[in-house]
């Protein structure tokens, strides 16, 4: 029928497979001809059941994204979906790899689903700002229940196979030849006849909702959502299912994606969905990537331990070297500490966790690195003795494998010169806890090969990291941005603000956490020792750390944490600190709302990211968004802080940075070249630097 659908019948079961590579999305090429092959074989007698299947690796895997926002070509998913169910022969979805969202609403349009047993199906619009909107609300609460549906469709979390079995999702999960299966699946069916009942027609789930418990589950998710109106639109959609007839509940959907659609939060997260895809690329269509087989970690302290434990999670043997046998024994003390939590919570099985011990190796000698791919020291960051480090591994790594440091702030160049191949040297900032965090900044050095930097690219995917390659500068481009948006915190607080003001003004902006609590959570000493080797003072944190306030780990810092409590409390000492320096300073203290908190804070951090595009460090703005979203936090609603830019608007954020230039006579607030030209073109593209 054409190059992306194609039929063929076989003993009555007409097999229609979609190939639209890489991930056989729904596009505008895909369903038209999807519609005609249907509503031909729905009336062909030669037909007595129909199969939809996939060529490639996966099921449909979902909609055409690039298609969002844009008027919808005929026909569209819900036509294909009301087709699928006025045939009266049994349909069956063969699902291999994932049926994610418009795939998944395109197999729930099906009377059967029939999954290989490696199989995944979610509907995970919610991270792209959006709800399914091709019926997904309505029928999946049908067949699994809307508790269960509400809870897939909310954290748009895939599940397998099995699962889907369990909940009533999946009809069959085969181990084996999936087409052959499904046809003789579909055929046994044809031959038993009756009645084939759809799924919008099902409604035994939906009575045996308790509605009660329904809405306490969607009051806990709505209080989770940080501010972002998918989630809530969610459970309003699968409520709707439970309280309104079908074709009501599917038109209150439809409303409800059209709106999410066109809105800020949505165009924010479909930005970060293209950005992280583009972050890692290295140009260079033909560079031949390195093997890497396994990897070498060099301390086995927090950082150590954790960037080791995310390549053995990623199912690679690691050698990780200590300096002493008691220090390495304490490194993998804490390794299994941290796996048996694993198993305890439940995310990790026990044959899981053996196995990815058993991936670890064990040593003190330098030369056991010898048979690494990849090498990454994370000892202290001190430039001494990282340069110490790699002239070690220059006399014992093998030829061609890459050597990488785990530095926050360190010039990579300088690193490199302590060896004869530079070429092979790069900057890997993993994020802490580096087995969770997804962030990885891979920093290019100045004599870095590009095949190295396109390997250790890749090579992040593979552990589940999202990479960003960057520029070498003090601090690449998170910490530096950081530097920068909290150049004024101090100031806020001698003029008037409380770090539970300056806190309270982040979270209502979207932010997990404000300044202060992430201060305290990860160790006011980090920031203490940083500054002394810089030659930099903060009044009021330098004297809450000689006091030995150094956060949640010695029960106070900007706030107190009562008994080993989490939970910050405000401290009237830290308060009446910040009013004696204010005083000490001759600083009047006054009222300080939120938006100036927002404007003194955010917008300087906007600053310094077009500086970074400026100078070449970040190849795009959107880079910068990514870095800022998986590794600090930013709200993800408003896309990260150069999209954020664009819905603040450029032109305001210049003025208001003039504002607090010529108040505060402070430099952090001088308008960027690049920051004045975004305002004038409204583009980051048309401004922006390249690696």
């Known amino acids: 029928m054409s190059s992306s659908v194609s039929v063929a019948i076989e003993n009555g079961v007409a097999v229609v497979t979609i190939d639209n590579p890489p991930v056989n999305a729904l596009s505008f090429h895909v369903r038209r001809p999807l519609y005609e092959a249907l509503a031909t074989l729905r009336d062909d007698p030669s037909a007595r059941a129909i199969v939809i299947a996939c060529a490639g690796r996966t ?118 030849d999936l087409l052959a299966e499904a046809i003789r699946f579909a055929s046994e069916t044809a031959d038993q006849g009756g009645v084939f009942i759809a799924v919008r027609d099902r409604n035994d789930r939906l009575a045996e909702t308790d509605l009660a418990a329904f809405d306490a589950q969607a009051t806990d998710l709505a209080r989770k959502s940080r501010g972002l109106d998918a989630p809530l639109a969610c459970a309003e959609a699968v409520h709707n299912a439970i309280t309104l007839p079908f074709d009501e509940a599917l038109a209150a959907e439809r409303a409800l994606f059209v709106k999410l659609v066109s809105g800020d939060q949505s165009r924010a997260q479909r930005h970060l969905f293209f950005a992280e895809r583009e972050a890692a690329k290295v140009p260079g269509k033909d560079l031949q990537r390195r093997t890497i087989e396994r990897v070498g970690i060099i301390g086995a302290g927090t950082m150590g331990g954790g960037i ?38 439940g995310s990790l099985t026990e044959e899981a966790r053996e196995q990815r011990l058993g991936l670890f190796k064990g040593s003190t000698d330098y030369a056991d690195l010898a048979d690494c791919d990849l090498i990454i020291e994370a000892v202290f960051e001190d430039m001494a003795v990282k340069k110490e480090v790699f002239g070690k591994l220059d006399a014992v790594a093998r030829p061609g494998a890459i050597l990488a440091t785990n530095t926050s702030y360190l010039d990579v160049n300088e690193i490199a010169t302590s060896t004869a191949r530079p070429r ?23 004599k870095t090969a590009p095949d190295a930097l396109a390997t250790v690219a890749d090579l992040a995917r593979r552990i589940g990291k999202v990479a960003v390659v960057v520029g070498v500068c003090h601090g690449f481009v998170g910490n530096r941005m950081l530097s920068a948006r909290g150049a004024e915190n101090e100031f806020l607080l001698l003029e008037g603000a409380t770090p539970g003001q300056v806190d309270k003004a982040f979270t209502d902006f979207g932010w997990p956490m404000g300044p202060c609590q992430m201060g305290d959570l ?29 956060g949640q780990k010695t029960g106070r810092g900007w706030y107190r944490y009562e008994s080993g409590s989490r939970e910050p409390a405000t401290d009237p000492e830290v308060e009446k600190l910040i009013r004696t320096k204010a005083g000490e300073l001759g600083i009047a203290q006054r009222e300080i709302g939120a938006d100036e908190i ?64 010529q108040r505060t006579g402070r430099g952090i607030f001088e308008p960027a070249p690049v920051l004045r030209r975004f305002a004038e073109t409204g583009s980051w593209e048309a401004v922006g630097g390249a690696l």
Request: glycine share 14%.
């Open 59 to 176: 099921f449909v895997a979902g909609a055409d994204i690039t298609e969002f926002g844009k008027p919808v070509e005929q026909p569209e998913l819900r036509a294909i979906v009301a087709l699928l169910e006025t045939i009266a022969k049994p349909t069956v979805a063969a699902i291999h790899g994932t049926a994610l969202g418009g795939g998944l609403e395109l197999a729930l349009g099906c009377h059967f689903r029939v999954a290989d047993q490696g199989a995944r199906l979610g509907l995970p619009e919610v991270k792209l700002g959006l709800l399914p909107g091709g019926g997904g609300t309505v029928r999946l609460p049908r067949l699994v229940g809307a508790e269960k549906a509400l809870g897939m469709i909310v954290s748009g979390a895939p599940i397998l196979a099995g699962e889907a079995k369990a909940a009533g999702l999946a009809d069959a999960v085969v181990d084996g």
């Open 308 to 345: 080791a434990m995310a390549f053995a999670n990623g199912g690679f043997p690691v050698t990780l070297l200590e300096t002493s046998a008691e220090a390495l024994q304490r490194g993998m003390a804490m390794i299994e500490k941290n796996y048996a939590v694993s198993v305890s919570r």
């Open 424 to 446: 092979d040297v790069l900057g890997t900032h993993f994020f802490s806890p580096a087995n969770v965090m997804k962030l990885l900044e891979i920093v290019r050095a100045e």
């Open 522 to 550: 990860a160790g006011l000493d980090i920031g203490w020792r940083n500054r002394k080797a810089r030659g930099l003072t903060a009044v009021i944190a330098d004297t809450l750390c000689e006091e030995g306030r150094f």
């Open 598 to 661: 927002i404007e003194r804070t955010l917008y300087p951090l906007i600053n310094e990211g077009a500086k970074i595009l400026q100078e070449g460090i970040a190849a795009r703005a959107s880079d910068i968004d990514v870095v800022w979203v998986n590794g600090y936090g930013f709200p993800i609603g408003k896309g990260g802080p150069m999209f954020w830019a664009g819905l603040e608007g450029a032109v305001r954020i210049v003025e208001r940075l003039e504002y607090w230039r």
